[in-house]
């Protein structure tokens, strides 16, 4: 129980329903009654918190109802991205292999201190320099897509949305 002062008390007393209000947690599937702490602290809130509250909540409730639909958009959009990146990647790993082949095949040995032999070297690697960073893009944005598809199967569950739509009652009874 939370420690109030004797004018916060009197304020709660004065302002207490019985029984509290419910709502909804997804965790359990039950519809709960807040505990007295939440109730007294949505009492002891002054009228503008509250309002940016339901204003909030009013708009958290938009975004959890649209965002089932928004999900599945981006999920099919992110899906036929990925299919185009493998495709680039592809192409990238034939290019990088193809310079690491060379690299492990041109040794120059005894021939090392020979000007031209060290400036092929050197003009080889600085071509491939872009495609290995465009190899190491495509790799990072991969797993930062299957990620974020990860997170799209996921998406929010009924049981959430149901939730977050439940606060309304205890939000608006004070």
């Known amino acids: 129980m939370v420690d109030l002062s004797s004018d916060e008390r ?10 509290p209000p419910n709502y909804f947690d997804a965790a359990s599937f039950q519809d709960l009654p807040i505990s007295r702490d939440f109730e007294a602290f949505l009492i002891l809130q002054d009228p503008a918190t509250i309002s ?4 909030w909540y009013g708009q958290a409730v938009t975004l959890g109802e649209n965002r089932v639909d928004r999900n599945s958009v981006l999920f099919e959009a992110l ?7 493998s495709a680039k990647q592809s192409e990238l790993k034939k290019t990088t292999t193809l310079f690491n ?24 690697q600085a071509t491939a320099e872009e495609i290995f960073v465009l190899e ?20 929010l569950s009924s049981a ?15």
């Open 136 to 155: 190491d893009r495509a790799k990072h944005l991969e797993n930062l897509q299957a990620r974020l598809l990860d997170r799209l199967r996921q998406g």
């Open 79 to 85: 899906v036929a991205d990925s299919d185009d990146r």
């Open 160 to 174: 959430q949305l149901r939730e977050l739509q439940s606060w309304s009652t205890p939000l608006t009874t004070y």
């Open 52 to 55: 940016a509250t339901l204003d």
């Open 101 to 124: 082949t060379w690299k492990e095949l041109f040794t120059a040995g005894k021939f090392s201190d020979t000007t031209e032999v060290s400036l092929i070297i050197r003009d080889f």
């Open 10 to 19: 009197a304020k709660v007393e004065a302002s207490r329903r019985s029984p």
